[in-house]
């Protein structure tokens, strides 16, 4: 079957920090795959994806790249802000007929000023 | 705006009590879904329909039948609360052939006594 597995969280940087949060999936067949971020008292919102191999996805100074021959897509920004305080989810899909998206568990980022 | 609304926030219900979650979108999409999420388990698929008056099982059915006699709104429907279904629910819709690009309501948080 398919399944995602994120790095454990929570994950505490302080403001300006460099942050990387893993994830590598498996899949039956050819994923597109998906980063989706959850704010205190909110519900998921699309942050950034990939479709194919090698694309880069961005958004909001987060990247990823779709690593297929690591099966990674690895959530990576350069300086965090206390704002991107929030629950981190990566999610994957397969590109066929009606399927539907495959989630990690998520991984909680705590930024302290 | 996108928008996808859940009718409560917070919900306190007793055991064996017939309970409805309302998710109402306002984009037109022809996908709709239910998640619950727990600490720990991230998030589960309960139902999803593909349009209207269709509707599939997902990972966790148990417990839960759904309702979809119009486009934009899903209901969850939990036919006798059980303690064990005290969760945060999640509703999400998609334009059909969107891939993995969900739009995700606010959540509704139901605990039941």
């Known amino acids: 079957g398919n399944s995602v597995t994120q790095m454990e969280g929570p994950v505490t940087l302080s403001e300006e920090a460099f942050l990387t949060i893993n994830c590598t999936y498996t899949?039956?067949?050819?994923?597109?795959l998906f980063w989706y971020v959850q704010y205190p008292g909110e519900g998921l919102q699309l942050l950034l994806k990939?479709?194919?191999?090698?694309d880069k996805g961005s958004n909001k100074g987060f990247e990823a790249t779709y690593r297929k021959e690591t099966t990674s897509f690895h959530l990576e920004k350069g300086s965090v802000q206390v704002s991107d305080s929030a629950v981190y989810f990566c999610?994957?899909?397969?590109?066929?007929?009606?399927?539907?998206?495959?989630f990690g568990k998520g991984t909680m980022l705590l930024v302290s000023p | 705006d996108v928008k996808v609304t859940q009718s409560s926030r917070y919900l306190v219900k007793r055991t064996g009590e017939k309970v409805f979650l309302e998710c109402v979108q306002d984009?037109?999409?022809?996908?709709m879904f239910w998640y619950r999420q727990d600490p720990g388990l991230g998030l589960r698929l309960i139902y999803f329909?593909?349009?209207?008056?269709?509707?599939e099982k997902g990972d966790i059915p148990e417990g839960y039948s759904v309702s979809r006699e119009k486009k934009e709104r899903f209901s969850l429907i939990l036919e006798s609360a059980s303690t064990n279904q005290t969760s945060m629910y999640l509703c999400?819709?998609?334009?059909?052939?969107?891939?993995?690009?969900?739009?995700f309501g606010p959540g509704t948080r139901l605990t039941v006594l």
């Open positions: 329909s593909y349009d209207v008056k269709m509707k």
């Open positions: 990939a479709t194919k191999a090698d």
């Open positions: 984009m037109d999409h022809e996908n």
């Open positions: 999400a819709s998609r334009r059909s052939g969107d891939s993995g690009t969900q739009y």
């Open positions: 899949a039956t067949g050819y994923p597109s």
């Open positions: 999610a994957l899909i397969l590109n066929s007929g009606y399927s539907t998206l495959t």
